[in-house]
Every structure is written in C-alpha cells, then in structure tokens.
C-alpha cells in the first residue's frame, strides 16, 4: 500500500491547516497520524478504525483535531484548528490492518513520508 501525506505549512498560532493522506486501496486498513516534534519520538496523534465507529486522539489534541475518512476518494484527513507552538512537527500518516488504536509506531505498518507543520507564536 502507498500513502502519501500532504498539506503542511506555515500558520501562526490559533490558526489552522488541514493535511491530507492518499492511500491505496483505503478501505482495508485502520489508519493513524503520528507526529515528530524537532529531537523527539515519533508519537501517536490520532486514528480512526476501518469501520469508522470511531475516532481516537492524543489527549495533547483532544478537542483542536479531527481524523476523519473518505474511502470513495481514498483520502484520510486531519482536521488541525487552534494550533499551538507546541503542534510543530512532521506528521505522518499510518496504515495497519491489525490495531485500529494503537501509540505504538511499531504497530503500523505502513507509512508516507511526512508532511512538515510549522506554528509560529
């Protein structure tokens, strides 16, 4: 499977962004974003299962994001609003098949390559 982040940028602190995730063949897998601030861990933001009955999210996030799905497009989305200094990082997309929830990166398999978000204060 190929995924493909994208929608990264500049904004200024309260703003927001939205980025985007193209995957193939969408519909088989539970998909997550991970984020990497500068000189930290790679670290779970938010996933929503296959099914969609469902949202998980970061308690860092809870509350300004939104994960959400469109499997006719094969688009996953992360909603990002009252962005905070602290949001700056790369944020990647995740596929897996077998946790629909999971902080663990070793528990996706799959993995674009990483869109950069910058929050200026």
């Known amino acids: 499977v190929q995924l493909q982040a994208s929608g990264g940028g500049l904004v200024q602190a309260g703003g927001s962004l939205r980025l985007s995730c193209v995957v193939s063949?969408?519909?088989?897998?539970?998909m997550a974003w991970f984020r990497r601030a500068p000189g930290k861990e790679r670290v779970f933001v938010a996933s929503?299962?296959?099914?969609?009955?469902?949202?998980y999210y970061a308690d860092s996030v809870k509350g300004r994001f939104t994960i959400s799905r469109d499997d006719v497009k094969n688009m996953v989305y992360l909603q990002m609003n009252s962005l905070k200094p602290e949001d700056t990082a790369v944020y990647y997309c995740?596929?897996?098949?077998?946790?629909?929830?999971?902080?663990?990166?070793?528990?996706?398999?799959?993995w674009g390559q990483g869109t950069e978000v910058t929050v200026s204060s």
């Open positions: 995740a596929a897996g098949s077998t946790w629909s929830v999971s902080p663990r990166p070793a528990d996706w398999s799959y």
């Open positions: 063949t969408l519909n088989m897998y539970h």
């Open positions: 929503i299962p296959r099914s969609r009955d469902n949202t």
